[in-house]
């Protein structure tokens, strides 16, 4: 049995279209994403399993799924996302992404899976790591104090796909993307990331008329911001094109500082208040953006999404999102009185 799947060459290319394929976190904000492109790749044996049908932290589970799909390709997105903000869910996370992660990757070379695709964090890199970071950095010391169980958990599937593909000949990939954005974004309160927090913080500013905004940290952090769909197409030419044991950061190879983030986004809001920093509040690492290299190098992997562009298409699609919502409501609401 072939011990090391990089032997197959970067020049063998998987027909995606021809592959049944399953999906997990399929419908989620990046995965919808995934299956779309998917569906325009010619794929149509499509499987997206849903939590209430299918617990993935349940190896019955995972296996009857496996057992009654049959499929050539996974492309595991699925994640419990903690809030760094509050504690209390840091167990929960940890536990439920290693299960998930660790049974389906067993499960699939049990089943015969021709080839795995896992998704890390950004998160998982080392709090003291050289910037850029690089891959051959990640195991270089710990994760920054207030993401190691997510960082440590997202660690690991790397650690397991490298054991599988040295005794088994298992084609598992593991892929670090950084945080990605864009319309279809998750703007639930304990859960959401820097850009749609900043979006909905600026947008509510200005239909309240309030002339001060406070925001959390120093804002002089940098961060690396990928567009959802930059970051699917990365996915998706990474299970086409590469089948190498080392992982590829997926990034937009830019930074920016959150306080220039938040400039962008109070503009697009057309917020004109002042802005405040609660310095009492954690900034995380001083700076994070990923080197890209080896993925261009490996997939000709180039963002084509600019930040500017990408945030206006977000902003607009987040307030379509709350006007349609809001019409509805009152729609409802005047139903309802009838």
Known sequence: MNRD??????????????????????????????????????????????????????RSDVLRLLDHTQPHVILHLAATVDNPAERSDAA???????????????????????KMVCLGSA??????????????????????????????????????AQAYRKQYGFNCICLVPTNFYGPGDNFDAQTRYVIPSLIEKFVAAVESGVPEITLGGSGTSTRDFLHVDDCAEGI???????????????????????????RKIAALAGYSGRMTWDRARPDGP??????????RRELGFTPK??????????????????????????????????
């Open 5 to 58: 799947a990089n032997a197959q060459g970067a020049a063998s290319t998987l027909n995606l279209g021809a592959k049944r394929i399953v999906v997990t976190g399929g419908a989620g904000f990046l995965g919808s994403v995934v299956v779309r492109k998917l569906r325009d790749r010619g794929c149509r044996e499509i499987v997206v399993p849903r939590r209430a049908h299918c617990d993935l932290s349940r």
């Open 92 to 114: 929960a996370s940890f536990c439920n992404n290693v299960l998930m992660t660790t049974q389906l990757i067993d499960a699939a070379w049990r089943h015969g899976v021709k």
């Open 123 to 160: 998160s998982s890199y080392p709090a003291a790591a050289p910037i850029p970071l690089r891959e051959d950095e990640l195991f270089s010391g710990l994760p920054e104090s207030s993401r190691i169980a997510h960082g440590i958990a997202k660690r690991l599937p790397i650690i397991q």
């Open 236 to 262: 998706l030419l990474a299970t086409e094109r590469y089948n190498g044991a080392e992982p590829l950061n997926l990034g937009s190879g830019s930074e920016i500082r959150i306080s220039e983030l938040a």
């Open 286 to 295: 001083v700076r994070r953006v990923l080197d890209i290299a080896r993925a």
């Open 305 to 338: 999404r600019a930040l500017d562009e990408g945030l206006s298409e977000t902003m607009n699609w987040y307030r379509t999102m709350r006007y349609t919502r809001a019409s509805g409501e009152q729609a409802e609401a005047v139903a309802s009185a009838s």
